[in-house]
């Protein structure tokens, strides 16, 4: 009997370049799970219609619409729970999830980050970037824990930072290399290869 495959519960807020590139790779065979639904916490997020256009459950839960975090979570939760999800997937989610979120799907977050973590954590890590003057950038993929960009490194990739480069020329290479890695990660999470110990993070044959 074959195992049951992951179920995805994918977080967005924007375009969902890197919610594609876990489509695209479902759909190529290279990751083994289902995308169970998409939320995203803006209306406008193009996110949605990404999902929409591959058949996949999309719904926004407009942080708008709730006065603070707490009852925002919740929703955010029960849509995940409804859906099944067994790895939340944080894919240019542009809300910090408090501890409340973490402990509930505790292990089964992973985030993608556009700097070469620890370095440049936040929000504006391609301008960081640039104002510290570093010659190599890159992403992370990480187990999200209570911190902010702060939890076990799963998989990274370099990109030379190059003379003359803006925010946007760093952010597209960059980019390329989020595609390629995040999908990589899911699918050692979906064989089960990731050991997690402290902060290091095992690749098991």
């Keep these: 009997m074959t195992e049951a495959k992951q179920k995805l519960g994918v977080l967005c807020s924007g375009r969902g370049t890197d919610l594609q590139s876990i489509i695209d790779a479902i759909g190529r065979e290279e990751v083994d799970a289902e995308i169970a639904v998409v939320l995203t916490d803006k209306p406008e997020a193009f996110a949605l219609q990404r999902a929409e256009r591959a058949g ?106 190059l003379d003359g480069d803006t925010e946007e020329t760093l952010g597209a290479r960059v980019l390329e290399q989020e595609h390629i890695i995040y999908p990589q990660a899911i699918q050692l999470y979906c064989e089960g290869r990731l050991q997690v110990d402290g902060r290091h993070v095992r690749i098991l044959d």
């Design 56 to 161: 996949i459950k999309a719904v926004c839960v407009n942080r708008k619409q709730y006065e603070d975090r707490e009852p925002f979570e919740e929703a955010l939760i029960e849509e995940l729970e409804d859906a099944g999800v067994t790895l939340v997937v944080l894919a240019g989610f542009m809300r910090i999830l408090t501890p409340v979120f973490v402990r509930h799907f505790a292990g089964r977050i992973m985030n993608i980050h556009p700097a070469l973590l620890p370095s440049f954590p936040g929000a504006h890590a391609h301008r960081d970037v640039l104002a510290y003057g570093v010659k190599v950038s890159g992403c992370t993929v990480h187990f999200v824990d209570e911190g902010t960009d702060s939890g076990p490194i799963i998989l990274q990739a370099a990109v030379p930072v």
